[in-house]
């Protein structure tokens, strides 16, 4: 399963989306989305440069390269059902720069119902929201768009980020 988000964003500079990329997981993480009980926080054991582990929610990764100002990869734990990488690319090419999120995984076990029924929904509104933010903070957008009808469901029924920062927990 391949699945790819890709966002450019006019007037941006590449400097401003390595810095943004570099943030992830940090405690001033200004990329993934937060400020709201949307969304579990992205949570590292350290910098993207140590090769960390981490995670947000339910879902454990590490860091297993970080090439600064281009790309870092995580590997989903082995207990996911989702073998496989995501990665966060910061795009200097074409128009204008921008940014990709890839997950290249194969669900297996109980994320081969999972992912096409929830899991996919939630990570694709989360990915695009972490776009949406970089917009706002580039002064491209006003606000964040509004999830759609399945995926405000998904996430009535799920647990908020306030009951589910079980990294932090973990970490205790």
């Known amino acids: 399963m391949l699945n790819v988000h890709e966002r450019r964003f006019p007037g941006a500079t590449v400097q401003e989306l390595t810095e943004l990329v570099h ?3 940090s405690d001033d993480d200004r990329l993934w989305p937060h400020g709201s009980t949307r969304w579990p926080p992205m949570r590292m054991s350290g910098p993207l440069a140590e090769l960390p582990r ?4 339910f879902v454990r990764y ?3 390269e970080h090439q600064p ?3 870092t990869t995580f590997r989903f734990d082995d207990d996911l059902g989702l073998p496989g990488v995501h990665r966060f690319e910061v795009l200097d090419d074409g128009p204008a720069p921008g940014l990709r999120h890839v ?3 194969r669900p297996v076990g109980s994320m081969r119902l999972a992912w096409p029924l929830a ?3 939630l990570h694709d509104a989360l990915i695009e929201e972490a776009f949406d933010g970089v917009e706002v903070r580039l002064g491209l957008r006003d606000q964040l768009r509004r999830p759609g009808p399945w995926v405000r469901f998904l996430l009535a029924v799920s647990p908020s980020a306030e009951k589910e920062d079980t990294w932090a927990r973990s970490q205790a």
Do not use: M, P, Q
């Open 103 to 105: 997950i290249d995984a």
């Open 119 to 121: 899991v996919r929904w």
């Open 54 to 57: 981490g995670g947000h929610g």
């Open 62 to 64: 590490h860091v297993i």
């Open 23 to 25: 943030t992830l997981g």
């Open 69 to 71: 100002g281009r790309a």
